[in-house]
């Protein structure tokens, strides 16, 4: 015997009933903005998008829409004051949040979103993320200036345990800041800015090496911040230097770039580095609120950026990360939002950019 369907509720039935879904409002968005910067060899630069709440990744259905009419629309999680970013290798987006208090997790191929936090007692607490890491297995690694350790969790966002709180010996963290994984070597290294120090640990946290000391000469450091893992180099932001030092993986030193001004070609604020598929290497200023990019012996082949809130423009931008297909990621702190550029090389197609 067929049934008839019936209206699970009547009130569902009088919501489905009423002129809001008759009756649509027109739409009011604004065209999408764009942004391309042409390069010397057919090289390109394209912004693609941004995005700095939970409500950009997540794709609501025809019932979902429903219930948010009969209860309201859900809260949704906005960046606060974002900081730190990198991607894994399902592509999901991983950017630590100080001014939350969390990281936020975006998964734009699967439209999901997922926020940690972890509020425990005062020891225990996550309270001001700063850099943000993978290893090979998509675990986080997120330093915490204010808790001076590391918190580790796994690729589902589970908290799993905590690097450095020996208080006193060398496991202890004064600022912990910059974090890099070499998963195969099966190295974290990470930078105490306060101790103006970068530590060598093995994946327990056990320290295998200990680079610097306070100062200016090569291997010294004056605040380094960001760490950089790229090929056989470890890139320091050594930020009140001014500069940036490149070691070997095991810590000896290599060579340095950067001077101090507030010009092209120079460092006044550097925040983040990262290099692309060519082996350019983009510098992040806060201060100047522009990306510089340099060839290896440090010589300026362009930037992008000003200050402002459209495309292509920044207030205060801190982390920067570039992906295996050469998508550039910036953190635009003071907009409260991560903007995506695309950079097209010489061995890539010279055909448009997705839009």
């Avoid at 002129?19 to 027109?26: E, T």
């Avoid at 908290?159 to 070597?185: K, M, N, V, W």
């Avoid at 982390?319 to 939002?337: A, K, M, P, T």
């Amino acid at each position: 015997m067929r049934r008839k369907r019936r209206w699970a509720s009547p009130v569902l039935a009088l919501i489905l009933l009423t002129p809001v879904f008759a009756y649509p409002k027109p739409k009011t968005s604004s065209p999408p903005e764009l942004w391309e910067l042409s390069l010397d060899g057919g090289r390109r630069l394209v912004w693609e998008h941004s995005f700095g709440s939970e409500s950009e990744v997540r794709k609501v259905g025809f019932w979902g829409k429903v219930v948010d009419v009969v209860a309201g629309a859900p809260e949704m999680h906005s960046m606060v004051r974002p900081y730190s970013v990198v991607t894994d290798s399902r592509g999901r987006v991983i950017v630590t949040d100080p001014g939350a208090a969390g990281i936020h997790i975006f998964d734009f191929n699967a439209h999901k979103y997922k926020f940690i936090q972890r509020i425990k007692n005062e020891r225990d607490s996550m309270l001001s993320p700063q850099c943000v890491a993978v290893d090979a297995q998509d675990n986080i690694y997120v330093t915490d200036s204010n808790a001076g350790v590391i918190f580790v969790f796994d690729a589902n966002g589970k908290f799993q345990r905590t690097i450095g709180s020996l208080r006193g010996g060398e496991g202890y963290y004064e600022r912990p800041t910059g974090i890099a994984i070499d998963s195969a070597a099966g190295r974290i290294y990470l930078s105490d800015t306060l101790r103006n120090k970068i530590l060598i640990l093995d994946m327990q946290g056990k320290v295998v090496k200990l680079i610097g000391q306070k100062g200016d000469a090569d291997g010294d450091f004056y605040f380094p911040t960001e760490l950089r893992l790229s090929g056989p180099d470890l890139i320091v932001v050594d930020a009140m230097n001014f500069r940036l030092q490149f070691f070997d993986r095991s810590g000896n030193f290599e060579s340095s770039m950067g001077s101090i001004g507030d010009c092209a070609g120079a460092f006044y604020r550097p925040k983040d580095v990262a290099v692309d598929s060519e082996g350019d290497v983009y510098v992040v200023d806060s201060s100047l609120g522009a990306v510089q990019v340099f060839n290896r012996k440090g010589q300026l082949l362009y930037y992008f950026g000003e200050k402002g809130t459209h495309a292509g423009e920044f207030q205060l931008p801190s982390g920067l990360y570039i992906d295996q297909e050469d998508h550039v990621y910036v953190v635009d702190s003071f907009n409260r939002r991560v903007q995506v550029f695309h950079y097209f090389g010489l061995n890539k197609p010279a055909g448009e950019a997705p839009k």
